[in-house]
């Protein structure tokens, strides 16, 4: 709210400045408005004047104070605007203004800080995605948190958004599980076959294997080989699917759509796109296998796209996927995806750039991977060896707050080690907890306010609801006296309610949801700051109805924050 009617207010004083001769006419730079450190010296500050003062060819200063004598802003918004240090605009809030922002974010309620800056574009997130080849690994869950957080940021942000799981349910890895029941399946009659090269040592491979023996009895020792491992397949697709689909609710994600790689295959759109690139030179045939011409599109070197044996590479189908999504009307495609398919990158993106598609149309968010620690010691970990914890193993430990909140908190950028051991803890050591205690802390002061004479005269005077665990009614406040708010905790914590817009404009755009997690614990670190040096309930009446407002507004930013991690807002703890 403040940052951006500032940089408003900036943009018309430059035009006014250049309309009286003070500046010269020449373009104006991005203006940024920021927090200077500490607000030691000023509420905002904006560097301007030090970016329009090469092209203006004045001096950073002189810039400043053209643009200070050209500010029309109302007083009720700011009490002074002045020139400071090498060429800034420093601006000081009036407390007006700072009461208006409380007024707005119960009025906004759950959707303060929304933006229509997508103005209703569609937007396809897949993520997850993983290979229904047995349950999911921990690190499905970075990616999962990644995507659902990035999606609520989104949708806050106006875009129309879709959430899609793409099912690897064809190619050589399902094959592989398919051969490794049958190992199984025939042990379990006392039969021996060889194990797989490339077979799951997982014990869930065995269950799969004994379910498929107790329905179908020895149905399948006698069967045709291609038909056996085909019931095989989709046998334990099935299973590890519903596990898939329950472990992902439990972990808060919801799809609203399902898609099978091998509906690609069955409909003929992974041949027609082979065609179309033939077609158009980039395939050839080499030492028995098909070669995509990838250093065409800025790969280092060309690709197979099906390998000797006849069994495709996943760019293949990848390639009439993506292009299956464009085709749904889809405006952008945003795909998460392991770091360690950054290879995949320029193949996809060079097969759509050879069919026609503009792949600025297509965004691959990469995040690095996930490490476990347990009291500093660092487990290794390997599926196909069958030596792992899988998601649904670390939220049976850790609960799904917490998972969420730990997997939301560092930069996909960058590799996490997840402290199982700090998940765990009911202390305020443990990140999440710090952040829901305050809420928790809010609520109790709520439940306080119902028994303090204060808070009955209040109740009685239709500021306080009094049903549930208490609040204030939005109503009330618009014509509640705000004007004892002057404590310097009260300010602090108003300004940082204020971030709120800026930070989920910031996350969302940036795709960095990290910002959200750090900006919960600034909210609660400025919470407690009040709480200690501000009496909330009080025998002034007066002053107790501003604070209980003013709390009651963080207690809408700590839910809203906490609502886009997917993290739940406790009343009690």
Not at 134 to 146: E, M
Not at 379 to 405: F, K, P, Q
Request: glycine share 8%.
């Amino acid at each position: 709210m403040f940052k951006e009617a500032l940089r408003r207010y900036l943009e018309e004083a430059a035009r006014r400045a250049v309309a009286r001769g003070a500046l010269p006419d020449v373009p104006l730079p991005p203006v940024e408005v920021e927090v200077p450190r500490g607000r030691r010296h000023a509420d905002y500050a904006s560097s301007l004047p030090l970016a329009l003062a090469k092209p203006a060819g004045r001096p950073p200063r002189e810039v400043a104070q053209a643009l200070v004598d050209a500010l029309e802003i109302p007083p009720a918004h700011v009490s002074r605007a002045e020139v400071a240090g090498a060429g800034f605009v420093n601006f000081f809030l009036a407390p007006a203004w700072l009461q208006e922002l409380l007024r707005r974010i119960h009025a906004a309620g759950d959707r303060y800080g929304n933006r229509d800056l997508g103005r209703g574009q569609r937007v396809n997130v897949e993520f997850v995605s993983a290979n229904p080849v047995g349950p999911l690994h921990i690190g499905s869950g970075r990616n999962g948190l990644i995507g659902d957080v990035l999606s609520n940021l989104l949708a806050a942000l106006g875009y129309q958004v879709t959430r899609e799981y793409y099912i690897n349910d064809a190619g050589t890895q399902v094959h592989n599980l398919a051969l490794t029941v049958e190992h199984h399946y025939f042990a379990s009659f006392g039969r021996e076959r060889p194990f797989p090269a490339d077979g799951y040592r997982g014990e869930y491979a065995r269950d799969l294997a004994r379910k498929v023996a107790e329905r179908d009895a020895e149905t399948w020792l006698d069967r045709p080989e291609a038909e056996r491992l085909a019931a095989f397949r989709d046998a334990a697709l099935e299973q590890i699917l519903a596990e898939t689909r329950q472990t992902l609710e439990e972990f808060g994600i919801r799809y609203d759509l399902w898609f099978s790689e091998r509906t690609l295959y069955d409909q003929g759109a992974v041949d027609r796109t082979l065609a179309a690139l033939r077609e158009k030179g980039l395939l050839y045939d080499h030492d028995g296998a098909v070669w995509f011409r990838s250093t065409a599109f800025g790969d280092d070197k060309d690709r197979v796209i099906i390998r000797s044996s006849g069994w495709p590479m996943y760019y293949a189908a990848d390639i009439p996927y993506h292009l299956n999504k464009l085709e749904r009307g889809f405006d952008h495609l945003i795909d998460v995806w392991g770091v360690d398919h950054i290879g995949d990158i320029a193949r996809v993106k060079g097969g759509l750039a050879a069919l026609g598609v503009d792949v600025d149309r297509l965004e691959i968010l990469l995040y690095q991977h996930v490490r476990l620690r347990n009291e500093g010691e660092l487990l290794r970990m390997s599926r196909r060896r069958g030596e792992y914890v899988s998601l649904a193993d670390l939220l049976a430990a850790v609960g799904r707050d917490a998972a969420r909140y730990f997997f939301c908190m560092y930069t996909p950028s960058v590799p996490m080690d997840f402290d199982w051991e700090l998940a765990r803890k009911q202390s305020q050591d443990n990140p999440v907890y710090y952040v829901q205690y305050a809420h928790a802390r809010i609520s109790s002061i709520f439940r306080e306010a119902a028994e303090h004479p204060a808070g009955r005269a209040l109740a009685g005077s239709g500021l306080l609801a009094t049903d549930g665990e208490g609040g204030v009614a939005p109503g009330a406040v618009q014509g509640a006296d705000l004007s004892p708010l002057t404590h310097e905790a009260e300010i602090a914590l108003i300004h940082t309610l204020a971030d709120l817009p800026d930070v989920i404009e910031l996350a969302g755009l940036r795709r960095e949801p990290q910002r959200l997690c750090a900006y919960a614990r600034e909210v609660a670190e400025a919470f407690h700051g009040f709480y200690t040096q501000c009496r909330v309930l009080s025998d002034d009446a007066g002053l107790s109805g501003a604070r209980l407002i003013l709390t009651a507004a963080a207690r809408i930013v700590l839910r809203r924050t906490l609502g886009l991690i997917g993290v739940s807002a406790p009343d009690r703890m």
